[in-house]
C-alpha cells in the first residue's frame, strides 16, 4: 500500500510539474473550447452540455495516451524501470500508482471544461440531470482511454510508438461499430457490443444505463490487467 | 550470501550464461570479470530478479531469487550499468522516494538519506535536480540508492565506468569501505580495479566461469610457475651454470638485448618455491655484481589473456568467416 502510494505521489507530483502536460491540456481545452462556441453559436442551439461533451471524448482519444504515453515507455528508455523491478515492488502497484496519477491528471483537465458548462448555466438554463450524467459518462470514457494508453506505453520504450499504438487501439473502439453494421451474425454482434460509440450519447441524454457502466468499468480492468501482464513478461522477454 | 547454482540464460538462441556456479559468503567482496558481452550483466540481472534465468537456481539472504523474489529483493541494493535515474526529481526527493518503495518508514529515510549524501559527498548538491549532475555525480546518487536501506547484498555493475580518474578512485574507496559491511559483487572490465578492491575474483568469459580465485593466486596457480628476473653483471658463460645448479630451477632464457658484461635473465622457477635468496647467494659467491632480482607474477592482464585466447583455440567456429 505504501509502494502504491508513493509511485503515485510520485506520478501526480511529475505531471504537474512537467511543461508538456500543460502544453497538451491547453491544446485539449482550446480544441474543445472552439467547438463548443461553434456549437452553441449554430442557430437553434440547446442550452446543453451534449455538444461539448461529444467533442471533448473525441479529443480524449488524442489527450489520453498523450497523458499516459511517458509514463512506462521512459522507465523502459531511461533503464529506471530495472531499479523500480528490482526494489520489492509488485507490478500491479507500479501500474496502478501510475494508472492513478494519469487519472487524477485527467480529471484536473476536465475541471477546467466546467467554465464552459458555467457559461450555459449563465447564459442558459439546461437541465442538470443530463449535464451530470454527461459528466459521468466523460469521467468514465476518460478513465478507459487512460487504461488503454497506459497499455501502449507498457509496450515500447518509445513514446511516440506508445502514443500511437494507445490512440489506433482507441479509435478501433470508437469507430467499430460502423465495421460491425457490416458484418453479420455473432461476429457483428460482437463488434457492436465492444464499441464505445453509441454508448456516451446515452449519457449525455441522461440515461445512465449500468450496461454501459459496466462496459467502461471492465475496459479499465482489462488493460489495467494486461498492463500489469505486459510489465511480468518483459521479465521473460 | 549469495548461493548460485548452474544458471543458464538465453536470449532467444544465444547462451549468455551458461551453467554458472558460485557462492559469495557473508562480507566478502567478489569481483565479476571479463570483457564486454561476457554475461557479467546478466549474471547481476538474474541475481537482482529482474529477469528469471532460463534454468537453474539461486538465492540470495536464504531466498530463492524466482520463488521469494520479493524477499530476495529486500536484501538487494542494486546499480545497474546504465545507472538509471529519474532525471527530474532532485536527489533528495529520489532518495526519498527509492527508500519508501523499499520500505523504509519516515524517520529512517530521513536519517539514511543524510548519512548516504554525506557517504557519498552529495551534500552541496541535495536539492540540485539529478538531470544536471555531471555523470561522476550520478554515479554516486546511483550507489547512494543502492545503499541506502542498508541492503545485505550490494551488486553493483561497472560502478567506477565513465567517471574521472579522481572519482574513480574516491569510489574504489568508498566500495572497498562499504565491503566492510555488505557483502557485494561488483563486475569491471579493469584488472587492477577488481585486484585492488575484490577479495575473490571470477573470470568469465562468452558466459562461462573460466577462473576463480584470490587477485594474488590467480597469477602463480594459472601459469603453474613462477617466474624471477634476474639482472647480473659478470662472464655469461660461467653464470649459466651456476644458475642452473641452483636447486629448483627450471629454466633460464638469456634476454639476447643485453649483452657485454650485462646480462638479464628470465628463471622459470618450480610452483611455491622462493629461491630468490639462494640466487642471490650463488651470485654474490663468484664475486659478480648483482643488480636486480626480482619475483615475476603473471599479471592479470596476461592471465586474462591467455584464458581468453585459449579458449578461442579451443573454439574454432569463433574464427570469422571471410565475407563472398
Known sequence: MNNLLAITAKETRAYFAMPSAYVVGAMFLALTGV?????????????????????????????????????????QKLGTLELLLTSPVREWEVVLGKYIASLAMLLAIQFVTLYYVLMIYVFGDPDSGPVLS?????????????????????????????AVV???????????????????????????????????????????????????????????????????????? | MIEV????????????????????????????????????????????????PTSGTASIAGFDIVEESLNARKHIGYLPETVPLYLDMTVSDYLSFMGTIRGMNGSEINRRRSDVIELCHLEEYSSTIIGKLSKGYRQRVGISQAILHEPDVLILDEPTIGIDPI???????????LGDEHTLILSSHILPEVSLICDRIIIIHEGQIVAVDEPENLGTN???????ELEVKGPNREIIPVLESVDGVQEISRDSSTGGAFHRYQITVDLGKDI???????????????????????????????????????????????LE
Request: aromatic share 10%; charged share 15%; proline share 4%.
Open chain 2, 5 to 52: 547454482s548452474d544458471i543458464t540464460k538465453y536470449y532467444g538462441d544465444f547462451p549468455a550464461v551458461t551453467g554458472l556456479t558460485f557462492s559469495v559468503p557473508k562480507g566478502e567482496i567478489l569481483g565479476f570479470l571479463g570483457p564486454n558481452g561476457a554475461g557479467k550483466s546478466t549474471t547481476m540481472k538474474i541475481l537482482t530478479g529482474f529477469m528469471p
Open chain 2, 222 to 228: 594459472l601459469s603453474g610457475v613462477e617466474r624471477v
Open chain 2, 167 to 177: 572519482q574513480v578512485v574516491e569510489t574504489r574507496q568508498l566500495i572497498k569501505d
Open chain 1, 166 to 237: 494507445g490512440t489506433a487501439v482507441l479509435l478501433f473502439f470508437t469507430f467499430i461499430d460502423r465495421v460491425s453494421s457490416l458484418v453479420e451474425g455473432a461476429p457483428g454482434g460482437f463488434l457492436n457490443a465492444i464499441s464505445m460509440d453509441g454508448r456516451l450519447s446515452d449519457f449525455t441524454r441522461g440515461v445512465i444505463d449500468t450496461s454501459h457502466i459496466i462496459y467502461f468499468l471492465s475496459l479499465i480492468a482489462i488493460f489495467v490487467f494486461l498492463t500489469i501482464r505486459s510489465l511480468e513478461t518483459r521479465r521473460w522477454r
Open chain 1, 134 to 162: 454527461s459528466y459521468l459518462g466523460l469521467i468514465l470514457h476518460g478513465a478507459a482511454a487512460l487504461a488503454i494508453g497506459l497499455l501502449g506505453s507498457s509496450l515500447s520504450g518509445n513514446q511516440i510508438v506508445a
Open chain 1, 35 to 75: 467547438f463548443f462556441v461553434f456549437d452553441i453559436s449554430s442557430p437553434f442551439a440547446e442550452a446543453g452540455v451534449r455538444g461539448l461533451v461529444d467533442w471533448a471524448s473525441f479529443f480524449t482519444i488524442f489527450l489520453a495516451p498523450l497523458l499516459t504515453m511517458r509514463l512506462l515507455a521512459e522507465e
Open chain 2, 276 to 322: 630468490r635468496s639462494d640466487l642471490a647467494t650463488a651470485v654474490i659467491e663468484n664475486q659478480w655484481e648483482l643488480l636486480k632480482l626480482q619475483s615475476l607474477g603473471m599479471s592479470l592482464e596476461e592471465i586474462f589473456l591467455r584464458l581468453t585466447i585459449e579458449e578461442q583455440q579451443l573454439n574454432p567456429t569463433t574464427v570469422p568467416e571471410t
